[in-house]
């Protein structure tokens, strides 16, 4: 089976929440309300039907909650989207054998709560994180109990990357341009995220930890150079603050951290990109999925292509079974 880990979609009952509630959202906001296959499930069926013994496991998509909703309604938000997806699940186990659950971010104690109903109750098999919380990164100390939380159950955070036009590409102007924060802002974002969770000791502390970078990662497969050598000589770099300790007090080689982490296979058609993050990440910790419907075809391209090029990579068909869906399984326990 072709196991697809990270698609998108709205449950139309939040779809029409969010319609109604936060029709104010721009960029991404307006992007997605215009792809019918993100939550008509008719239209939906007819893409995946294009393909042989393929299967989605379900994931919100962008904007992120907190976008959408201030703390005081993101936990319902968040409520509706799961129990949509849950409800997805299980009407239609052989499409969906799995759903991800969202968290409201702005509301850390009312996330906790959620990790558990949505684990116990609904079945889910993980979480989503995006890559900050309205401009705060994910290490800082109110959203760490989360990641505790999951180290706990055993089971993956999805990490999916999140910077809208308002990030703009130089400090002398107000908005970015031509939609570099989507296709260039969009790696850095995962990159930068994981950084951050390395040298705050997040593995060290919970090593039952197991994340998964959307996009094979972002930057860090084709920057493996910077990310090992330039990270060798940490703090060398930096009069203000002594970071020159940080090496010394991770348990492991840093660049080992990075190559610990998971990714998945959207990257929209480029066979090179692929090897890439194979060869950066090896075939254990490489999971299938397409970013469906985030096409110019709203749907089956990055599907129909992604398969092309793990069909016709050089490898073992063994550690393509494992990419398929073998290491999806394991992870996921499904």
């Known amino acids: 089976m072709k196991l697809d880990i990270f698609n998108h979609i709205f449950p139309k009952v939040f779809f029409d929440m969010m319609l109604k509630e936060s029709s104010h959202l721009k960029d991404m906001g307006e992007r997605v309300r215009n792809i019918p296959v993100i939550y008509d499930l008719d239209k939906r069926f007819r893409v995946m039907d294009q393909f042989e013994d393929y299967a989605q496991v379900l994931s919100l998509s962008s904007p992120p909650l907190e976008v959408m909703a201030g703390p005081d309604r993101s936990p319902e938000f968040a409520r509706i989207a799961n129990d949509g997806m849950a409800e997805y699940v299980a009407k239609y186990p052989d499409r969906f054998p799995a759903f991800i659950a969202s968290m409201p971010m702005n509301n850390p104690d009312a996330a906790l709560q959620?990790?558990?109903?949505a684990i116990k109750d609904l079945k889910a098999v993980g979480?989503?994180?995006?890559?900050?919380?309205?401009?705060?990164?994910?290490?800082?100390?109110?959203?760490?109990p989360l990641f505790k939380k999951m180290a706990e159950y055993d089971l993956p955070i999805w990490i999916h990357p999140t910077r809208g036009a308002n990030i703009s590409d130089y400090p002398s102007e107000e908005k970015s341009k031509y939609e570099i924060w989507f296709v260039l802002g969009w790696p850095y974002?995962?990159?930068?995220?994981?950084?951050?969770?390395?040298?705050?000791?997040?593995?060290?502390?919970?090593?039952?930890?197991?994340?998964?970078?959307?996009?094979?990662?972002?930057?860090?497969?084709?920057s493996?150079?910077?990310?090992?050598?330039?990270?060798?000589?940490?703090?060398?770099?930096?009069?203000d603050e002594d970071y020159?300790?940080?090496?010394?007090?991770l348990k492991r080689p840093h660049l080992e951290y990075f190559k610990g982490f998971y990714a998945d296979t959207a990257t929209f058609g480029a066979t090179g990109?692929?090897?890439?993050?194979?060869?950066?990440?090896?075939?254990?910790?490489?999971?299938?999925?397409?970013?469906c419907p985030f096409d110019p075809e709203k749907?089956?391209?990055?599907?129909?292509?992604?398969?092309?090029?793990?069909?016709?990579?050089p490898i073992a068909a063994e550690d393509r079974q494992k990419i398929y869906e073998g290491n999806a399984r394991k992870l996921l326990k499904l």
């Open 224 to 239: 493996e150079g910077r990310v090992g050598t330039s990270w060798d000589q940490l703090g060398s770099r930096t009069s």
């Open 244 to 249: 020159t300790v940080i090496l010394k007090k």
């Open 299 to 313: 749907g089956p391209g990055y599907i129909r292509e992604t398969i092309r090029i793990l069909d016709n990579l």
């Open 273 to 291: 990109a692929m090897k890439c993050g194979l060869e950066f990440y090896g075939p254990n910790q490489v999971l299938f999925a397409s970013d």
């Open 127 to 144: 979480i989503q994180f995006f890559t900050n919380v309205n401009g705060k990164p994910l290490d800082i100390p109110e959203i760490k």
């Open 114 to 117: 959620e990790i558990d109903r």
């Open 189 to 222: 974002e995962t990159s930068v995220c994981m950084a951050r969770l390395v040298f705050a000791y997040y593995f060290d502390e919970f090593p039952n930890l197991k994340i998964i970078t959307h996009h094979l990662g972002g930057t860090i497969p084709y």
